[in-house]
């Protein structure tokens, strides 16, 4: 199994940023991706933002140009540092891994942490 722990939510003016983190641990032999997303209320679950073993990732046009994701794998973490927020930003952000935990490849969900934009 794989334990997410995450971090660095909070409240933002527009304009501001934040930086998210994202610990992975547990028996994991190997993580194929991570990544992000959100869920604003009453609206699905989105795409933010993944990044693979190959280093490739994969960004929501709505965050292009203000998100950027980076790893320690080493840690097994990953965060997510948000520029230029605005309103629209406001969810609760997921962390994800796709790893081996062992031996079966399965996807994981951190338990959310919450991203407000407001003057």
């Known amino acids: 199994q794989v334990q997410l722990v995450e971090s660095g939510g909070g409240l933002v003016q527009p304009g501001g940023s934040l930086r998210l983190s994202c610990a992975a641990s547990?028996?994991?032999?190997?993580?194929?991706?991570m990544g992000w997303y959100r869920q604003a209320p009453g609206k699905q679950r989105d795409l933010v933002v993944t990044?693979?073993?190959?280093?490739?990732?994969n960004y929501a046009d709505s965050v292009k140009g203000r998100f950027t994701i980076t790893r320690d794998s080493a840690k097994n973490t990953v965060f997510l540092q948000m520029n230029s927020l605005n309103p629209e930003d406001t969810a609760l952000y997921y962390c994800?891994?796709?790893?081996?935990?062992?031996?079966?490849?399965?996807?994981?969900w951190g338990q959310g942490t919450q991203v407000t934009v407001s003057p």
């Open positions: 547990g028996t994991i032999f190997g993580i194929v991706a």
């Open positions: 994800y891994v796709r790893a081996r935990a062992p031996i079966i490849l399965g996807d994981y």
């Open positions: 990044l693979d073993i190959d280093g490739r990732t």
